[in-house]
T-cell receptor
C-alpha cells in the first residue's frame, strides 16, 4: 500500500510570506496529525484532523492553521512566516489515535 | 499536560553492544509507541506497546503502565541502528493529543 505522501519535500520562503504544505494519508486512514520538528524543541504537536474536523490543537500561534478534505488529504498553512518557523514539518496518518501511526518523509521549510 | 522524558539523551555504542532506552511518563496513558528516526529524518514505527512485552528480532520493548515507564532494548547493535529513538504516548481520557518524548540519540560505531 502507498505510504504517507508529503509535498513539497523542500521549500525556501522569505519572511512575511505564507506557505501551504500537503499531506496525503494512507488509504483508509481518517486521522492526520501534523508536527513541527526543530533541533531545540523536538517534535511539537500542531494539530490533528479526523474526518474533516480538528480534534486537537497544540500550542502554536494562530498563524498556523490546517484543514482536512473529504478524501482525508490534509493541508497546513503558515502565514506571515518568521525565521523561527524554519523546521521539518511531519504529518502522520492513522486509523485512530496513535495506533498504526505512519509518518511521511516530511517537508523541510527554510525561512530566509 | 503529560510530561514524557527519555533517558539517556545521548548514547554511543560499539557495534555488537546491547543497550536499554527508557521512557518515563507523568500520567496514565491509553497507548504508547516507539519510533526510530533515521539520519535522513524518516520516522519508522517500531512497537505499539501500551502494556506488556513485545519482541521483533534484535529489538524488544516492555511497558509497565502502572509504574508509568517503557523500555526499549537493542541487542547486538548495528551501525544501521543509529538515529534518534522516540517514545510517544496518547494520554488517557478521550481525544488527547499525542505527546512525544525528548528522544535518545544513538550512535553505533564500527
Amino acid at each position: 500500500k502507498a505510504g504517507v505522501t508529503q509535498t513539497p519535500r523542500y521549500l525556501i520562503k522569505t519572511r512575511g510570506q505564507q506557505v501551504t504544505l500537503s499531506c496525503s494519508p494512507i488509504s483508509g486512514h481518517r486521522s492526520v496529525s501534523w508536527y513541527q520538528q526543530t533541533p531545540g524543541q523536538g517534535l511539537q504537536f500542531l494539530f490533528e484532523y479526523f474526518s474533516e474536523t480538528q480534534r486537537n490543537k497544540g500550542n502554536f500561534p494562530g498563524r498556523f492553521s490546517g484543514r482536512q478534505f473529504s478524501n482525508s488529504r490534509s493541508e497546513m498553512n503558515v502565514s506571515t512566516l518568521e525565521l523561527g518557523d524554519s523546521a521539518l514539518y511531519l504529518c502522520a496518518s492513522s486509523l485512530a489515535g496513535i495506533y498504526g501511526y505512519t509518518f511521511g518523509s516530511g517537508t523541510r521549510l527554510t525561512v530566509v | 499536560g503529560i510530561q514524557v522524558e527519555q533517558s539517556p539523551p545521548d548514547l554511543i555504542l560499539q557495534e555488537g553492544a546491547n543497550s536499554t532506552l527508557r521512557c518515563n511518563f507523568s500520567d496514565s496513558v491509553n497507548n504508547l509507541q516507539w519510533f526510530h528516526q533515521n539520519p535522513w529524518g524518516q520516522l519508522i514505527n517500531l512497537f505499539y506497546i501500551p502494556s506488556g512485552t513485545k519482541q521483533n528480532g534484535r529489538l524488544s520493548a516492555t511497558t509497565v503502565a502502572t509504574e508509568r515507564y517503557s523500555l526499549l532494548y537493542i541487542s547486538s547493535s548495528q551501525t544501521t541502528d543509529s538515529g534518534v529513538y522516540f517514545c510517544a504516548v496518547e494520554p488517557s481520557g478521550g481525544y488527547q493529543k499525542v505527546t512525544f518524548g525528548t528522544g535518545t540519540k544513538l550512535q553505533v560505531i564500527p
